[in-house]
């Protein structure tokens, strides 16, 4: 059970205009967000992070929702991960992809540029620092626009995941835990 209760939309008016901010470039306010509302700047200018990095680089979708379940899964954030599963799947990631990543593992059969994405996120969730080597991989297959735009995704769900584990916000209905 959540440790905070969820913030309704007629809180204040500035809950409201955070929420309806979110509407716009998600469609609905997700628990996730309603848990934050008791903090309605801090979750209007974290929501704008989030949309930066989920709709505006230009990293790929599928390549997005690898590093999003590899950082879900590194925080243990069973929402998180359960949120982008679907999306995932969607964007083109296989079952056993997914099963690797939820057990903290590199998946087999990425790409030259995907497993150098994977390991760096996976290093950097773990280490909270990345090795040269690793870097250095990762610079291979990205230019400094990449590399900031996949960083900056990796902080932004690492931030989102610990104030809902620390929080234990619930599921959305209908949705059952798919990490350990």
Known sequence: MARLPLVPEDASPEV??????????????????????????????????????????????RLRELLILATASQNRCQYEFVQHVPLGRAAG??????????????????????????????????????SDATFAELRAHCDAREITDLTLLT????????????????????QAPLLP
């Not at 934050?36 to 790929?60: D, I």
């Open 16 to 61: 409201s205009a955070a929420y309806a901010e979110i509407v716009k470039s998600r469609g609905r306010v997700l628990n996730v967000f309603s848990v934050l509302g008791h903090a309605p700047e801090g979750l209007r200018r974290l929501a704008a992070v989030g949309e930066y990095v989920r709709f505006q680089t230009q990293l790929p979708n």
């Open 93 to 130: 990631v296989s079952e056993a992809e997914i099963e690797a990543l939820r057990d903290r593992r590199l998946p087999e059969g990425l790409n030259a540029l995907e497993r150098a994405a994977v390991r760096y996120v996976q290093e950097l969730a773990r280490e909270r620092r990345v």
């Open 155 to 174: 902080g932004f769900y690492t931030a989102l995941g610990l104030a809902l584990n620390a929080f234990d916000v619930d599921l959305e209905p209908g």
